[in-house]
């Protein structure tokens, strides 16, 4: 058993391993939704390492490279080992061996998210160093049970440069960043509501996979159906079976409280965990 980079790796083989890895979890990825999922979060595979047992990859963490609250971040965008190399404790030891390499590339910490019920994970992390920064809910559900409204505002696109930080409650997670969406522009609709020639709310939708990614309103005008209108507008262009809205911050009662009133309440929730990686 070695440990070494995922940088000579062919991708064909990340994707064998990652379907066997999440072989019992309830979504499975095809390989161009894996392909999607890791150009947005940033998978850089110089600094993305696995345990190989000959030729084979039985254990893998694939690392985002990016900047997060202007700091150079890692992030886990999926840790996975096969099922007959569990118990060995090797995502630890890969992510030990990952440290010094990270560090040599000037990534100062490292960023994941968690399974709240998760609890072996949670404290297997907070043994790593690792210290919970927020709490996320998540809500993934049957399109048919979403409940759009009949939106009354004209619903336009814009585009990604349009995108409007002043409007949102809280900083988004890393999957739904501006630099996120920036990896994977062609992937999103970008869709905005004026009012007298001057944006005041938009949402940013993936119609592959249901993913509403960032949905705001200006304070000033929120309790008017802008919206409803813009949800409802994008989800006429959904391809999936399927909405969800990731890493809404717990703390945000006027997000949370709409996502309810739409049929998607909190399915479970994540925590945002980061440890410091020192020069």
Not at 142 to 155: F, K, Q, S
Not at 250 to 273: D, H, I, P, W, Y
Request: hydrophobic fraction near 45%; proline fraction near 4%.
């Amino acid at each position: 058993m070695r440990i070494g980079s995922l940088a000579l790796t062919d991708f064909d083989a990340i994707f064998r391993a990652f379907t066997r890895a999440f072989a019992d979890y309830e979504m499975q990825l095809s390989e161009e939704q894996l392909r999607r999922m890791l150009r947005r979060r940033g998978f850089a595979p110089e600094l993305s390492f696995a345990a190989f047992d000959g030729d084979e990859i039985v254990s893998f963490t694939l690392n985002g490279i990016g900047r997060y609250g202007d700091v150079l971040t890692a992030y886990d965008t999926g840790t996975g080992t096969l099922p007959n190399a569990r118990g060995r404790g090797l995502a630890t030891e890969i992510f030990e061996h990952s440290i010094p390499f990270l560090r040599q590339a000037g990534v100062r910490q490292y960023l994941l998210e968690v399974l709240q019920h998760n609890e072996r994970a949670v404290s297997v992390y907070r043994r790593l160093g690792f210290e919970v920064t927020r709490e996320f809910n998540y809500s993934i559900r049957p399109g048919a049970e979403v409940v759009v409204g009949d939106g009354t505002w004209t619903v336009e696109p814009i585009g990604i440069e349009q995108i409007e930080p002043a409007f949102r409650d809280f900083r988004p997670s890393w999957q739904n960043s501006v630099e996120a969406i920036v990896r994977a522009a062609d992937d999103f609709i970008f869709r905005g509501v004026f009012v007298d020639g001057s944006l005041v709310g938009y949402c940013v939708f993936e119609p592959a996979a249901g993913d509403v990614t960032q949905l705001a309103v200006a304070p000033a005008f929120r309790r008017r159906g802008i919206a409803t209108s813009l949800l409802g507008h994008v989800l006429a262009e959904n391809r999936s079976g399927v909405v969800r809205v990731v890493n809404t911050d717990v703390s945000c009662a006027s997000m949370n409280g709409f996502l309810a009133a739409r049929g998607l309440g909190v399915t479970g929730k994540q925590f945002e965990m980061v440890k410091m990686i020192l020069p």
